[in-house]
DNA sequence: CGACTTAGTCCACACTGTTGCTTTACTAGG
DNA sequence: CCTAGTAAAGCAACAGTGTGGACTAAGTCG
C-alpha cells in the first residue's frame, strides 16, 4: 500500500489536517507546512472543496500584493458517530467535521443482562436513531470504543473486563453488517486520546474505576503488538502497599483507589502525578489530558497537583513545556475519542500504517467497511 | 516532503528492509508483502541491483512453473560507521549493508581532558582511518551515539552526563565538516534499540552507569517532543527506597546499582524486571533486548530472571510472547546502534518523517549532509 | 495611473505504480 | 521427444501524482 492513490490520500490528509489545526489557513501556508508546492496544494484544495469539505473563508490583508484567501472546514461537510460501550450502558455522540459534539445520548443498561446480540442491535438503534436526520453518505462511519483487551486490527473483543460473555465477539464486523457504515473499534483509553487533536507526543491519562492511559506517540496511536498498549495502572509504585486486583501489591492504580477510599483527592493526585511523571520522562511527552470520573469531581486539583509533580520532577527548564490540563469534555471524552478514530483517517492522525515499520506490510484494515 | 521521489525512495527502502529480513527472498514474496505489484517490484529490483545493492542468490525448486529467483544483499556494496563516544573513550564500528561489523576500535581517553574541538578531531581521525581502504562513495555515512540530554533534531549536544563544556557543541555539524560525510547523532539509548532489526514494537534496556532505555514503536523509533525519550532508570519504584542522584527516592535506577553494589545481581535482575513488565505492558512491547556492563557481567542471570518476572507479571497467555535476550554485541551494541542510525535511512525503520503525524511536515533534516 | 508584489492557476512534463500482454523457464504427461 | 500447462518476470501503453515555468488576478505603493 504505497501507491500514487496511497500518496494522494496521505497529502490530502495532512492538508485538511493543517487546515483543521489552524482553523483558518491560506493556500501559501498550507505549502510551507506541508512542503508541497503551491500548485499541488492549488489542485488538492480544489478537490477538496469539490467534495464540499472546505470552502473560502475571508482574506487576509494584503502585504503588498494579493491577499491571501483562508480556507476553513465546513463542519457539516461529513459526520461521525462515536460510541462508548461500558459496563453500565452507552454513551453516543454526533459529532461534526470540527470535532463539535452536535448530539448525544447516554444510556444505563446491564449489558450483561443481555446476550451480545442483542446489545449489539441495541447500539445499533441507537446509531441509526442519531443519524436518522442525516444523509448516510456524508456519515463517514462509527467508532466504538470498549474496556480492553481486545484485538484493534481484527475488530474482535477478547476477555472485556466485567463484560463476560462478550470473548471473541467480532463486535466490528457485527454492528458493520448491522448498519452498513464502516465501523472502528478500540480500546477506551486509546480513544480517548484522540478526543481532540494535541501534540504529536502526548497521553491521556483516565482515572475512573480502572486507570489506563492512551498514548499518541511520534504523531501516531501507538497501539503495540497486540493492540492493547495502555496498561498504566498496573505498574508497581510500592512493593510494600496494597494488593492490587491483579495480584501484585502497590499497584498505582491500588494506590490511587485506595486514596480516593480515603476521601484524600491530594493523596490520589499526588501519587498519579508521580506515575504521569515516569511516563513523561520515559516517552519525552509535551501533553498529559487527564480524564476520568475521578478527575471530574475535582479537575482543578489534579490539574494543580499533577502540574505541581511534574514540575518538580522534571527540574531541568527543557522539559517544563509540558501542557497538563483535564479534558473539557467531560464525561464525554471516551465517546468522543471513538468518534476520533472515524475522523483520523480523514486527518491523518491515526496510523493507517498499521504495524510495518515501513508503513508498506500487508495489513488487516483498521476499519470494517460493509460488503 | 510526500512526493513522487518520497514515494520511490520509501518504497525502494521496503523492499530492502524485506530483503534484510527474510536474509533471501523472492521477488513474488516482496510483491506479497509490500503490497505492490509484481511489475513494481521488477522495476525497484532492477533499480536495486544496477546500484549494486542487491543480487540473485539461486533458485526456489519449482512449483510446475518458472522456479522463483531468490534475491539478497550484497554486504559489501556499502559500509557505515558507528561510533560511541563516552564518558571514558570511544568505540568505533565499521559495519557492511548485512549489518556484521568487519573492523572495530575501543579508545579510552578522557574528553574532559581536552576540548571538545580536539576531541572531535581525535574522533574524525578515527573515522577516516577505519574507512581509509574504502571507496569512498560507497561510505553511507556515520552515526555517533552520546548520552543525552542533546538535540537530535538539529545534531547538538546539551548537559551532556559527565562532560562538562560540551553543552551547545554542535557535534553533527562539527563532524559532518570534517568528514565530508552525512553524520547522524542520537543518544547511546536510542541508538542501541537500532543496533539489530527486531519486532515493530521493542525495548532496548541498558544497565551500566545508569540505566536507560531506547524504544521502537510501531516500528517507529521514539525520540518524543525534546528527542529525550528513554529516561527509563528515574522512575520511582519505591518512595522509600535510597536517594538517587537525580534528587529522588527509590529510583530504579538508585535500586538497581544498590543491589549490584552488594554484590546481589539476582536481586538487580528482579527489580528490573519489575520496570521492564511495567514497559511491556504500557507500550505492548514484542521484544526486549538487555545489555550494558552489568547485564554482560551475567547475561543469562538477568535473561532468565527478567524472562520470569515478566510472565509472572503478564499471566495473560496473549502477553507471554515477550521474547527478552541478551544482546549479541556485546559491548558494541551502542555503536553498532550508531551504525543502525544511518542503516535504518536505508532500510526504512528509521523515521525519516519526522515529527509530524502525517509525516509531512517542514523537517529538520535527521542527518547533516556536508555542502 | 502605472510599477510592483504576491496569490493562485493553466499547461506541458517527468516520473510513479498499474494493467494487459508476451516471453522465459520450468513440470507433467503421453 | 514433444506438447500442454503453469508460474515468474519483463515490455509497452497508460492513468495519475507532484513539478516547473509562464500567465492571470488582485491587491499596495509612489
Given at each position: 500500500?504505497?501507491?500514487?492513490?496511497?500518496?494522494?490520500?496521505?497529502?490530502?490528509a495532512?492538508?485538511?489536517?493543517?487546515?483543521?489545526?489552524?482553523?483558518?489557513?491560506?493556500?501559501?501556508?498550507?505549502?510551507?507546512?506541508t512542503?508541497?508546492?503551491?500548485?499541488?496544494?492549488?489542485?488538492i484544495?480544489?478537490?477538496?472543496?469539490?467534495?464540499?469539505?472546505?470552502?473560502?473563508?475571508?482574506?487576509?490583508?494584503?502585504?503588498?500584493?494579493?491577499?491571501?484567501?483562508?480556507?476553513?472546514?465546513?463542519?457539516?461537510?461529513?459526520?461521525?458517530?462515536?460510541?462508548?460501550?461500558?459496563?453500565?450502558?452507552?454513551?453516543?455522540?454526533?459529532?461534526?467535521?470540527?470535532?463539535?459534539?452536535?448530539?448525544?445520548?447516554?444510556?444505563?443498561?446491564?449489558?450483561?443482562?443481555?446476550?451480545?446480540?442483542?446489545?449489539?442491535?441495541?447500539?445499533?438503534?441507537?446509531?441509526?436513531?442519531?443519524?436518522?436526520?442525516?444523509?448516510r453518505?456524508?456519515?463517514?462511519?462509527?467508532?466504538?470504543?470498549?474496556?480492553?483487551?481486545?484485538?484493534?486490527?481484527?475488530?474482535?473483543?477478547?476477555?472485556?473486563?466485567?463484560?463476560?460473555?462478550?470473548?471473541?465477539?467480532?463486535?466490528r464486523?457485527?454492528?458493520?453488517?448491522?448498519?452498513?457504515?464502516?465501523?472502528?473499534?478500540?480500546?477506551?483509553?486509546?480513544?480517548?486520546?484522540?478526543?481532540?487533536?494535541?501534540?504529536?507526543?502526548?497521553?491521556?491519562?483516565?482515572?475512573?474505576?480502572?486507570l489506563?492511559?492512551?498514548?499518541?506517540?511520534?504523531?501516531?496511536?501507538?497501539?503495540?503488538?497486540?493492540?492493547?498498549?495502555?496498561?498504566?495502572?498496573?505498574?508497581?509504585?510500592?512493593?510494600?502497599?496494597?494488593?492490587?486486583?491483579?495480584?501484585?501489591?502497590g499497584?498505582?492504580?491500588?494506590?490511587?483507589?485506595?486514596?480516593?477510599?480515603?476521601?484524600?483527592?491530594?493523596?490520589?493526585a499526588?501519587?498519579?502525578?508521580?506515575?504521569?511523571?515516569?511516563?513523561?520522562?520515559?516517552?519525552?511527552?509535551?501533553?498529559?489530558?487527564?480524564?476520568?470520573?475521578?478527575?471530574?469531581?475535582?479537575?482543578?486539583?489534579?490539574?494543580?497537583?499533577?502540574?505541581?509533580?511534574?514540575?518538580?520532577?522534571?527540574?531541568?527548564?527543557?522539559?517544563?513545556?509540558?501542557?497538563?490540563?483535564?479534558?473539557?469534555?467531560?464525561?464525554?471524552?471516551?465517546?468522543?475519542?471513538?468518534?476520533?478514530?472515524?475522523?483520523?483517517?480523514?486527518?491523518?492522525?491515526?496510523?493507517?500504517?498499521?504495524?510495518?515499520?515501513?508503513?508498506?506490510?500487508?495489513?488487516?484494515?483498521?476499519?470494517?467497511?460493509?460488503?
Amino acid at each position: 500500500m504505497a501507491n500514487l492513490t496511497a500518496l494522494r490520500d496521505h497529502n490530502t490528509a495532512a492538508v485538511l489536517g493543517r487546515i483543521r489545526a489552524a482553523d483558518e489557513i491560506s493556500r501559501v501556508e498550507l505549502a510551507l507546512a506541508t512542503g508541497l508546492t503551491a500548485q499541488a496544494i492549488s489542485k488538492i484544495v480544489q478537490r477538496l472543496a469539490a467534495e464540499g469539505l472546505i470552502a473560502p473563508a475571508g482574506r487576509v490583508p494584503s502585504a503588498g500584493g494579493k491577499p491571501r484567501t483562508l480556507l476553513r472546514l465546513v463542519p457539516q461537510a461529513r459526520w461521525v458517530v462515536g460510541v462508548q460501550l461500558h459496563r453500565h450502558g452507552s454513551t453516543l455522540v454526533l459529532v461534526d467535521l470540527a470535532g463539535r459534539i452536535v448530539d448525544a445520548t447516554a444510556t444505563r443498561f446491564d449489558p450483561s443482562g443481555a446476550t451480545p446480540q442483542q446489545t449489539l442491535d441495541l447500539i445499533a438503534a441507537q446509531v441509526e436513531a442519531v443519524i436518522a436526520e442525516l444523509p448516510r453518505e456524508r456519515v463517514l462511519g462509527v467508532g466504538v470504543a470498549c474496556p480492553g483487551p481486545l484485538d484493534q486490527r481484527t475488530g474482535v473483543l477478547h476477555q472485556v473486563t466485567g463484560l463476560p460473555g462478550w470473548n471473541g465477539i467480532p463486535l466490528r464486523a457485527e454492528l458493520a453488517a448491522r448498519l452498513g457504515l464502516p465501523v472502528f473499534l478500540d480500546k477506551d483509553t486509546t480513544a480517548g486520546v484522540l478526543s481532540r487533536p494535541g501534540a504529536p507526543d502526548r497521553a491521556f491519562v483516565y482515572l475512573g474505576d480502572g486507570l489506563g492511559a492512551g498514548l499518541v506517540l511520534g504523531g501516531r496511536v501507538q497501539r503495540g503488538a497486540r493492540t492493547n498498549a495502555g496498561e498504566f495502572g498496573h505498574q508497581v509504585i510500592d512493593p510494600r502497599g496494597p494488593r492490587c486486583a491483579c495480584g501484585n501489591h502497590g499497584c498505582l492504580e491500588a494506590l490511587c483507589r485506595a486514596a480516593l477510599a480515603d476521601g484524600d483527592r491530594g493523596r490520589a493526585a499526588d501519587l498519579l502525578g508521580e506515575g504521569i511523571a515516569n511516563l513523561v520522562r520515559l516517552l519525552d511527552l509535551a501533553q498529559v489530558v487527564l480524564a476520568g470520573d475521578a478527575v471530574l469531581a475535582d479537575p482543578d486539583l489534579f490539574r494543580d497537583r499533577i502540574g505541581a509533580v511534574v514540575r518538580e520532577r522534571l527540574p531541568d527548564p527543557g522539559w517544563q513545556q509540558v501542557g497538563v490540563t483535564v479534558t473539557d469534555a467531560g464525561e464525554q471524552v471516551v465517546a468522543l475519542g471513538a468518534a476520533g478514530l472515524v475522523l483520523g483517517t480523514l486527518f491523518g492522525e491515526s496510523d493507517a500504517d498499521g504495524p510495518d515499520a515501513a508503513g508498506l506490510a500487508v495489513q488487516a484494515p483498521a476499519a470494517q467497511y460493509p460488503e
